[in-house]
């Protein structure tokens, strides 16, 4: 049984920065990711990271947010910099068991089998 833990979440004013953590237990996952949902809005791929460590972004999140990976503790990270007001969100880690086109599944939320219980992050202008 595989359980994600986040944490990280909080309030900060606009042009702060956040660090969010997800530690997994139980299987190997060769695909994590971050997701978030705003009130009133669909669940939205922020980034992905398969086992080998290549990464995927939203335009929306590009040179402002860093997905990584504690290869030891397996914890993914979820840098965030200079966040706007309309990066306020409930996020979400998710993650699968299969790597294969990880980067691609962004997008697809219902490919991954395992979520976190989500934290959430209010920026303020």
């Known amino acids: 049984q595989v359980q994600l833990v986040e944490s990280g979440g909080g309030s900060v004013q606009a042009g702060g920065s956040l660090t969010l953590s997800c530690e997994p237990s139980g299987s190997n996952l060769g695909c994590m990711a971050w997701f978030r949902q705003a009130p009133g809005k669909a669940r939205e791929g922020v980034a992905t990271q398969d086992s080998l460590g290549l990464k995927n972004y939203a335009d929306s999140v590009k040179g402002r947010f860093t997905i990584s990976q504690d290869i030891h503790k397996k914890t993914l990270y979820l840098r965030m910099n200079n966040l706007k007001p309309e990066d306020t969100a409930i996020y979400y880690c998710?993650?699968?068991?299969?790597?294969?086109?990880?980067?691609?599944?962004?997008?697809?939320?219902?490919?991954?089998?395992?979520w976190g219980q989500g934290t959430q992050v209010t920026v303020s202008s």
């Open positions: 998710a993650g699968r068991i299969e790597y294969a086109r990880c980067l691609g599944a962004l997008k697809k939320p219902a490919d991954f089998a395992y």
